[in-house]
Structures are given as structure tokens and as C-alpha cells.
């Protein structure tokens, strides 16, 4: 219960809600739908909702997997919304395929070292790109956000069983496309 | 001839499922221990590229939606519901009164009818009733009256 009081009154603070967790509820929307202006839309939309909702927040889960939990279902919705529209929309802002490679930060790697990465980047980012709507949002909630299996179940609705299922056909699907681009 | 890892066995090592079979397998060969490390490289630097704050936008300011605004205030909520109570209580009050009026124009309407049946049904007209006892209006008892007096 001391988690749950805690977590209520994390939600006091509303702005500092938002500070704290907008990039990663953006960036995981952004992966998710691959357009900048939705994402951003879908992420607002997200906090907007738990603004609304924040009273009925029993702190059964953490403040983070809550909010993951409401991303989630902003991108399901999002992905069932076949409006034209949207189609019209994501075509001129989709995210370029060869953006997600030159957001990797140069450390100090050599030009090959650092062209390498960048491959290997593309090609994860190529591959969340073929999975099914389900892996990818368990594979973003894993490899991007670092969360357990029980977290994204929690967050996706699905059993613990079903996460590593849709988990290792994703890792699968993007081991192939690493071995290919070699 | 060695058996490499399986995909499961690979993936379960990558979400950290190590039995001591994997752990053995993967510290004798060296093909399987490469590639889980490209695989675990790859992994690490598409999160590194995806956190890379300069890929989001800054969080929006967030203010507060309408909930917390000036409409919301007490006595504008309280004038509200005068407005409403007034609007619902009106048609309604109103719908009650036609109701009482309809019923008693109906009520008169039956009295109405009930004396018009009445006197229609009478014989003869009240001041002449005392006589319907002296009179016989039964035509078949003439009848045999006159034929009594024939024979």
C-alpha cells in the first residue's frame, strides 16, 4: 500500500509528471506509429487522458507502466484508424529509414566503427518495421524502454506467456535481418 | 559435430534467461558466443539511437485542461442548475396542468353524456310521469282486448 500512496501522489504534481515520463511515452509512440506529428499528438493525448483518469490511479502498477498502458492503447486505436487523413498525413511527415541510424551519437567511434553501428541501427529499426503491431510493441517495451516481461504485460494487456512468445518471434524476425544486412 | 543454439535458446539468452546449459554452450563456442554479442551490440545501440533526446521534441507545457478553469466554479455551477431545474420543472409543471385540465373537460364530458342518455331514455316527460301507472302501453294486451270483445 505505501507504493500505492506514493505513486497517488506522484500524480499531484502534473507537470512534473509530464517532465519526468513525455520521452519516453514519445519516443515509444514515435517507434510505434513512425510519424513525428502523431507521435507527438498520440503523446500529448496520452498525458491528457491521464490527467482525466489520475483519480481512479489505484497505484497497482508503477506511474511509468500506467502511462505505458495508456500509450499502448493510444497506438492500438491509432492503428486501427483507417481514415484517409491519417494516410495523407504520415506520408509527408513519416519518419525518414535513415533517420533512426543518425540519431546514434558519435562517441568518439572511427568512421567504420561508427558506419557499423549505424548498419546495425537501420537494420533493428528496418526490422520493427515487418513485425506484427503486437511484437513490436512488446519488443519497444523490452529493448527500448528496459522493461520486464511482468511490466509489459501489465502494460499490453497480455499474459506473461504471450509477451515472451510475440518477444522472441520479434527478436527473431530482427536477428534475420541483422544477419542479413551483414 | 556441435549443435549451435537454437532461436528460442538465442532468445532466451537475450531476455536474460540463462540456464547453465546456455551459459556452458555459449563459453565453448565461439560462433554462438559471437553472435549473440552482435545481436546483444545491435540491440544496445538501436536503444542508445532511440534515446538519443535529440530525436523528441521537448515535453509540452502542460496546463491544466478545463477542469480546473473559471466555468467550473461554484456558483456558476449552482446557477447552472437553478437554469436547469427551471427548465426541466417548467414543461413539466406545465404538462401537469394540461393533464388536470384534459382530465376534468373529460369528466365533464361523461356528466354531459350520462344526462343526455337519461333523458333520452325517459318515456314520457317528467310532469306526465305520475299517469305511466294508470296507462297501459302494452299494444298485445289491446289486442286481445279487442278480439275478447268481438267473440
Request: hydrophobic fraction near 45%; charged fraction near 25%.
Amino acid at each position: 500500500m505505501a507504493t500505492a500512496i506514493a505513486s497517488s501522489h506522484e500524480l499531484d504534481d502534473f507537470e512534473a509528471v509530464v517532465r519526468l515520463h513525455w520521452l519516453k511515452v514519445f519516443r515509444f509512440v514515435l517507434a510505434s506509429v513512425r510519424d513525428r506529428h502523431t507521435a507527438e499528438s498520440l503523446a500529448q493525448d496520452c498525458f491528457f487522458r491521464a490527467y482525466k483518469a489520475r483519480d481512479g490511479f489505484r497505484g497497482e502498477a508503477s506511474v511509468s507502466t500506467w502511462l505505458m498502458q495508456i500509450a499502448v492503447n493510444l497506438v492500438r486505436d491509432h492503428a486501427r484508424d483507417r481514415r484517409l487523413q491519417f494516410w495523407k498525413r504520415a506520408r509527408l511527415t513519416a519518419v525518414d529509414v535513415t533517420t533512426a541510424g543518425s540519431w546514434l551519437p558519435d562517441a568518439g567511434a572511427s568512421p567504420e566503427a561508427a558506419a557499423l553501428m549505424k548498419e546495425q541501427v537501420q537494420a533493428v529499426w528496418d526490422a520493427t518495421a515487418t513485425l506484427s503491431e503486437r511484437q513490436r510493441t512488446v519488443f519497444l517495451l523490452r529493448f527500448v524502454e528496459d522493461m520486464d516481461l511482468l511490466e509489459i504485460a501489465a502494460a499490453t494487456g497480455l499474459k506473461e506467456g504471450t509477451v515472451k512468445i510475440h518477444l522472441f518471434r520479434a527478436l527473431h524476425a530482427v536477428r534475420e535481418r541483422i544477419k542479413g544486412a551483414k | 559435430m556441435i549443435e549451435h543454439l537454437s532461436a528460442e535458446q538465442i532468445s532466451q539468452w537475450i531476455v536474460g534467461e540463462r540456464t547453465p546449459h546456455l551459459v556452458q554452450h555459449v563459453a565453448e563456442c565461439a560462433e554462438c558466443g559471437t553472435e549473440l554479442e552482435q545481436l546483444e551490440t545491435a540491440l544496445a545501440q538501436f536503444r542508445t539511437a532511440m534515446r538519443e533526446p535529440a530525436s523528441a521534441p521537448a515535453p509540452p507545457a502542460w496546463r491544466e485542461p478545463a477542469a480546473g478553469s473559471s466555468w467550473y466554479s461554484w456558483p456558476r455551477l449552482v446557477l447552472a442548475t437553478a437554469a436547469l431545474l427551471v427548465l426541466v420543472a417548467f414543461p413539466v409543471s406545465w404538462k401537469a396542468r394540461e393533464r388536470d385540465q384534459a382530465a376534468q373537460a373529460a369528466l365533464a364530458d361523461s356528466q354531459l353524456l350520462e344526462s343526455v342518455d337519461s333523458a333520452i331514455s325517459q318515456a314520457v316527460p317528467e310532469p306526465m310521469e305520475p299517469l305511466v301507472s294508470l296507462v297501459s302501453w302494452n299494444s298485445s294486451s289491446t289486442d286481445q282486448n279487442q278480439k275478447a270483445q268481438r267473440q
